[in-house]
């Protein structure tokens, strides 16, 4: 973590005797062993122009850890896919398990989301601050790439609390100081309006370079402002927002092995330990996500050793999803495949027949694309259950909400395990007029009793802490 409010000591060797003996008559000793350690990072070494590489590298970090990783602390991406109908709970951890049946525990009793809420929250600010100070110290200052980068990462923060979470988030003022004040609850559309401003200013912070750091963030923030101003319902600004974005373009938030800091989240809790599988037409409503045959969501069952292939839970069988392969493997958290998706869905709200031009544009290109998106996805098709390496151009389905039914359907496919499907259904009730009751799970949950009734996710009981907090107004079934 960039921000740590300590200070080291250790003791110093190999100091000459005649030294130590001066020493000892010309000052306490307890004065000789209090000798800053220049390993630790205080917050005041980093906030120098010196500091600022260590700064940048522990914001990315805490992003990272937040969107997907942090080994088998359920991260954001995670979260929402067992929230939603992408993946099924086959443990028996009863937040898990609350979370895949949409029924919540209240906050004191702790719920899966507040893993990935509290990291977040340590991401936003880190990523603000990290941009605040590479402006202040850096040679370029604003003009710095890693300023334009931060202020993007930033956004999608703020993006994901108004995708994710019930419209009562609360946001401190960020500070460089790390001192926290109380804070009230930010509702879906300020959420979504800062995050806009972010994108924005990130944006600006390229200025008209065209450097490929320059471009590539620049993709990234015209990317989550298309994404966000989608989120609002904003469809013509969407479109404007990502245009020119190469149908070629991806930006990874990477993850590594070295540490469980660093992991995969996903990977570790599908592949790995078993506490996740990956669904197929769960609760009714859910999408056909194994049966589809579909080359955008690679999967096999998990066999072990004796032919058995039950998840932690003895009871699950698990079908792992290999478009993240190990704990190595990269997330793609922006990218022209979505810039496309925005695109048409827009072009479908005015109306425009080409909407799905842009749609079988995207399908005809198919293992090209996903190649690039998702690092051992040549290496997954070659080895695993599915067959299909095409994907057939669509016809219109003739009616509205045959379309938006497409559309989205191709959304999720597109955009499969990457934390994108929970905006997308709670948009599907807000903006297409859906019952919750007809876009998520219902009907009987496969381990006993029915489906609850959250469209959205709880905030930490950590809150309970914020005197300028209101749990009552973080409503988790309002869309």
Known sequence: MPFINFEGRSVRRGVMLGVVALSSVACSTNDILNVKDPAVATPQSLQTK??????????????????????????????????????????????????????????????????????????RRSTQVGAQLVTQYADSGAGDPRVAELDALAGYTYLAFGEAFCGNVPIPPTTVSGEVFPAAGVGTQALLDTAIARFNAAI??????????????????????????????????????????????????????????????????????KRYTLADTEGINGLNFRSANDPRVLWRRFFDANGVSLGFDQTNIVYEQRLYSSADADTPLADGVEAQLIRAEALLKAGDATWLDSLNALRANVTALETARFDAYVTSTQSDSVTATTLAPLTDPGTPDARVDLLFRERAFWLFATGHRLGDMRRLIRQYGRSANTVFPTGLWWKGGPYGNDVNLAISFGESNNTAYNPAACVTTTP
């Open 204 to 273: 600006a912070a390229t200025g008209s370079r065209t450097t490929p750091v320059a471009v590539q963030n620049r993709n990234l923030a015209k990317v989550g402002l298309g994404r966000a101003l989608l989120d609002q319902g904003k469809f013509t600004e969407a479109l404007a927002a990502v245009a020119g974005v190469p149908v070629n373009f991806v930006y990874k938030v990477a993850y590594s092995s070295n540490t469980n800091r660093e992991q995969n989240s996903l990977w570790n809790l599908n592949d790995s330990n």
């Open 50 to 123: 010196a500091g600022i590489n260590t700064l940048y590298a522990g914001a990315i970090g805490d992003f990272a850890a937040a969107w997907n990783g942090n080994g088998l602390t359920d991260a954001f991406v995670p979260t929402v896919g067992i929230f939603t109908d992408e993946f099924r709970s086959s443990d028996t951890f009863t937040t898990r398990n609350d979370a895949d049946r949409r029924t919540q525990a209240s906050p004191a009793n702790g719920n899966l989301s507040d893993n990935s809420y509290i990291a977040l929250q340590k991401a």
